[in-house]
T-cell receptor
Framework: DGGITQSPKYLFRKEGQNVTLSCEQNLNHDAMYWYRQDPGQGLRLIYYSQIVNDFQKGDIAEGYSVSREKKESFPLTVTSAQKNPTAFYLC????????????FGEGSRLTVL | QKEVEQDPGPLSVPEGAIVSLNCTYSNSAFQYFMWYRQYSRKGPELLMY????GNKEDGRFTAQVDKSSKYISLFIRDSQPSDSATYLCAMSSYGNKLVFGAGTILRVKS
């Protein structure tokens, strides 16, 4: 089955530690995205990529980093510089021709202890 | 003022009711309008995708766009307990990123 796989589903981190969230897709989509979701707020875009080895900052990129070395993979690193990292993180992909039709993974919930 | 406003609810209705979910927006350049459904602890899934103004129907779901009023709606007929979820509106202008509403929590009681 085609889809997006995020791992881990739940992650706990101590303050000061970097963590990396994995996102893999087998939909052959060119575009991939990372969103953050907090209670009572809409999805906020962290980073997106439309082509391998290229990515752009979204609205809340500070404290995060990404890479796009393969079309299928778009990992997100939450660095210690991110002030409030506890959140639900969603990875998505889309065809370039239909950027509104996002396919989401099941999300990764990060809790900072 | 947020670009997209959506009442967070929760909206609680009895099974079989007609549900109306709404979003308002301020950016007149928006042309593409989407509704996503998100079950608890899951990723959102696309329900409806409409371009410009008008209605679109898919089974029990109808999406309406009124660009003159900057208002979009999602209607659910014969609501079921399985419709209980958070409904997110999203919109964009050509070539630009999506802007999401905060989501409305819907509870359908049997």
């Amino acid at each position: 089955d085609g889809g997006i796989t995020q791992s881990p589903k739940y992650l706990f981190r101590k303050e000061g530690q970097n963590v990396t969230l994995s996102c893999e897709q087998n939909l052959n989509h060119d575009a991939m995205y990372w969103y953050r979701q907090d209670p009572g707020q809409g999805l906020r875009l962290i980073y997106y990529s439309q082509i391998v080895n290229d990515f752009q900052k979204g609205d809340i990129a500070e404290g995060y980093s990404v890479s796009r070395e393969k079309k299928e993979s778009f990992p997100l690193t939450v660095t210690s510089a991110q002030k409030n990292p506890t959140a639900f993180y969603l990875c998505a992909s889309s065809r370039l021709a239909s950027p509104g039709e996002l396919f989401f993974g099941e999300g990764s919930r990060l809790t900072v202890l | 003022q947020k670009e997209v406003e959506q009442d967070p609810g929760p909206l609680s209705v009895p099974e079989g009711a007609i549900v109306s979910l709404n979003c308002t927006y301020s950016n007149s350049a928006f042309q593409y309008f989407m509704w996503y459904r998100q079950y608890s602890r899951k990723g959102p899934e696309l329900l409806m995708y409409t371009y410009s103004s008008g209605n679109k129907e898919d089974g029990r779901f109808t999406a309406q766009v009124d660009k003159s009023s900057k208002y979009i709606s999602l209607f659910i007929r014969d609501s079921q307990p399985s419709d209980s979820a958070t409904y997110l509106c999203a919109m964009s202008s050509y070539g630009n990123k999506l802007v999401f509403g905060a989501g409305t929590i819907l509870r359908v009681k049997s």
